[in-house]
């Protein structure tokens, strides 16, 4: 079973960056897309960024242009570069596969203050 471990979240003002990281133990994982949830403050998880074995990333619209997901396959690692950082970017991040088959981690928590 993959296990995923979230961090590199923190408070940033409006317009800051930070990048996330995320673990995941187990072998399968270069062989999954992975992709970057995030749950706003009394909203619904959402999918904001994925990326397939090879590197095709895709974004949601809300993030586009200012968010690059990247993986280290070697290190098991998937990444998330958060550039123009909004206060509408607050929330938990996550990651998992792109069809959300393995069990959540605990997030890492952004907070974007104006």
């Known amino acids: 079973q993959v296990q995923l471990v979230e961090s590199g979240g923190g408070l940033v003002q409006a317009g800051g960056a930070l990048r996330l990281s995320c673990a995941a133990s187990g072998s399968i994982f270069s062989i999954n897309a992975m992709g970057w949830y995030r749950q706003p403050p009394g909203k619904q998880r959402e999918l904001i960024a994925t990326i397939s074995a090879d590197s095709g990333t895709n974004y949601a619209d809300s993030v586009k242009g200012r968010f690059a997901i990247s993986r280290d396959n070697a290190k098991n690692t998937v990444y998330l570069q958060m550039n123009s950082l909004k206060p509408e970017d607050t929330a938990v991040y996550y990651c998992?596969?792109?069809?959300?088959?393995?069990?959540w981690g605990q997030g890492t928590q952004v907070t974007v203050s104006s």
């Open positions: 998992n596969s792109v069809s959300a088959k393995f069990s």
